[in-house]
């Protein structure tokens, strides 16, 4: 009884918004400094870069604030250095830098 209990929680967890919010598929920098995250079924939403965004060891805490109606408020992503390759985990650290340099001003 207690394994099933267990096992129905798991898989609640697993489809929860704390694991994969939204579906996010692809994040990418727009040259007007806002952030575009592509979900799982093909929708754009235009977000802000928050400055409690940080960069801690091999993990990225990417804070954006929504601009669409439709996903307005906060959403919080945490990407592991490796589920990305390093290529992109490389150019992530460094656009992140520079945005927090020129955009944000800290």
Request: aromatic share 12%; hydrophobic share 45%; glycine share 8%.
């Amino acid at each position: 009884m207690l394994f099933a209990v267990l096992t129905v929680s798991f898989f609640q967890f697993l489809r929860s918004k704390v694991v994969n919010y939204l579906g996010i598929k692809k994040i990418s920098c727009r040259a007007d400094g806002f952030f575009e995250l592509l979900d799982g079924g093909g929708e754009a939403h235009l977000c802000k870069l928050q400055a409690s965004t940080t960069i801690l060891g091999s993990f990225f805490f990417l804070h954006f604030a929504g601009l669409t109606k439709r996903k307005a408020g906060k959403l919080h992503l945490v990407l592991a250095n490796d589920s990305l390759t390093v290529k992109a985990a490389r150019q992530l650290r460094v656009t992140l830098n520079v945005y927090k340099q020129e955009v944000l001003g800290s």
